[in-house]
């Protein structure tokens, strides 16, 4: 599932999230690069024991967690915390997989989750930089992802993707990776699908008609039978 969430952030949260990220420190993004990725990226990444990456990943999860689509497109189990990188001077991320699992720390532990959906958040208007397309490659077929600031991007984090050279300006984003509570694409898309459709009865028939409780009910059926805890 390719999905676009228009406006995750507020513009008061943008205008912070931005303050931060102009006046922080970065380093080398190959940090959290796995061995292979590592030889195709070239980025700087905000350190990830930083005041600034914590205090901006705070920001990101309170905002994930009041929206709405991206609750019902994930069916989050565990986010990782978000980290962020700018691209410039002709920087770029040739195409990789994300690893399958990460270790995070989360609450003080140390965890591990599987990488069901990638999600980026942009934090650069698109006329402030040229190139830094995020381009997912599926099936021979290649999609290029340019947002507005404080949009949000989901992609399947099987699929290989890759960030095009910036030429001009900086493109700077936050990028994150959550673990779903049904594992299977398919069966995410078909949740996905239905709670779409349960919303939009409700909107036109009320909470309580016929229809709307029947399909609810299929829904919560289908997540006892798919999600894993």
Request: aromatic content about 8%; glycine content about 6%.
């Amino acid at each position: 599932m390719l999905l676009h969430i228009p406006a995750l952030l507020t513009a008061d949260e943008l205008s912070h999230c931005r303050a931060i990220l102009n006046g922080a420190e970065w380093i080398d993004g190959r940090e959290t690069a796995g061995e292979q990725s590592a030889k195709s990226k070239n980025n700087l990444q905000l350190p990830r024991d930083s005041e600034a990456c914590r205090t901006l990943g705070e920001v990101v999860l309170r905002a994930l967690g009041r929206n709405a689509l991206f609750n019902s497109a994930v069916l989050p189990y565990r986010v990782s915390p978000p980290l962020f990188n700018r691209y410039e001077n002709g920087m770029s991320f040739g195409a990789h997989v994300d690893n399958a699992i990460r270790g995070i720390l989360a609450a003080g532990i140390h965890t591990r989750i599987r990488t069901d959906v990638s999600s980026t958040l942009f934090f650069a208007d698109p006329d402030e930089y040229d190139g830094g397309e995020l381009t997912i490659h599926t099936n021979g077929n290649d999609q290029a992802i340019k947002l507005p600031a404080g949009d949000m991007v989901l992609y399947p984090t099987t699929a290989l993707h890759s960030v095009t050279p910036v030429t001009r300006g900086s493109r700077v984003a936050a990028f994150f990776w959550s673990q779903s509570m049904i594992a299977e694409e398919s069966r995410r898309q078909v949740m996905f699908d239905l709670d779409m459709q349960v919303m939009a009865l409700r909107e036109r028939l009320g909470d309580f008609d016929p229809a709307v409780l029947s399909l609810t009910n299929i829904y919560h059926n289908l997540m006892r039978q798919w999600c894993v805890l």
